[in-house]
């Protein structure tokens, strides 16, 4: 319509006429505004997800962190506590030891056992025959014995010194992503050497 017609429609009171919202090409949406659209959706709902997993895995890490270094600690505390109350050392190898720890105030003994068994990857602790996990998830485990020269010795008499080197592992979605290493050194404080 011209300009003149257009003029004569608002004069006489009546207005343009209005087209459908489906009628004609221009309104409608081309499949190319379609496809994009979609492909604009999917963009961001991949991203909010992979937000939300990205986090999951630092929550799941955090708390895995949070547990190794629990055991750790009471792993820690059990076995110093074993090692300066020993009077004695009867066995020990790379990943096992044997001490004999006083039990009670009269004097009475038992043998206990620290052992890392690598197939399961559990670090445990045996008395009586009775064998407590102190850790699992154990990748390496491994002990040094020195003298009292902090030298590194393989008397049973000489021994002195207990060096522990621990590797705690845990898999997060399905990656082995969190570690804790602990290594620590004890004196056994009863036990009599000839240095």
């Known amino acids: 319509m011209g300009q003149r017609a257009c003029a004569r429609f608002l004069l006489a009171g ?10 004609g090409s221009e309104t409608a949406l081309t499949l190319v505004e379609v496809l994009v659209a979609v492909t604009l959706l ?7 997800l992979g937000s939300y997993v990205f ?4 929550q799941q890490s955090l ?3 949070t547990t ?15 090692l300066k109350s020993a009077v004695g050392v009867t066995n020990f190898t790379a990943t096992s030891l044997t001490l004999v720890v006083p039990q009670n105030t009269a004097g009475a003994t038992a043998e206990v056992t620290y052992e890392f068994d690598s197939l399961d990857g559990v670090f445990t602790r045996e008395v009586g025959g009775q064998s407590v996990p102190l850790a699992t998830g154990v990748v390496s485990l491994g002990f040094t014995y ?31 992503t969190s570690q804790h290493v602990i290594s620590a050194q004890y004196t056994l404080r009863a036990k009599r050497t000839t240095h």
Not at 15 to 20: E, F, N, T, W
Not at 42 to 48: A, F, K
Not at 154 to 174: C, F, H, I, N, Y
């Open 55 to 58: 986090l999951l895995r630092g």
């Open 42 to 48: 999917g963009l961001l709902i991949s991203s909010v």
């Open 146 to 176: 020195l003298n009292g020269n902090n030298v590194v010795t393989t008397s049973l008499v000489e021994l002195k010194q207990v060096q522990l080197t621990l590797r705690l592992q845990r898999a997060v979605a399905l990656a082995l």
């Open 68 to 82: 190794m270094n629990s055991d750790a600690r009471a792993l820690l505390e059990t076995l110093s506590r074993d």
């Open 63 to 65: 708390a895995h962190y």
């Open 14 to 23: 009546t207005s343009l006429p209005r087209r459908s919202a489906l009628a």
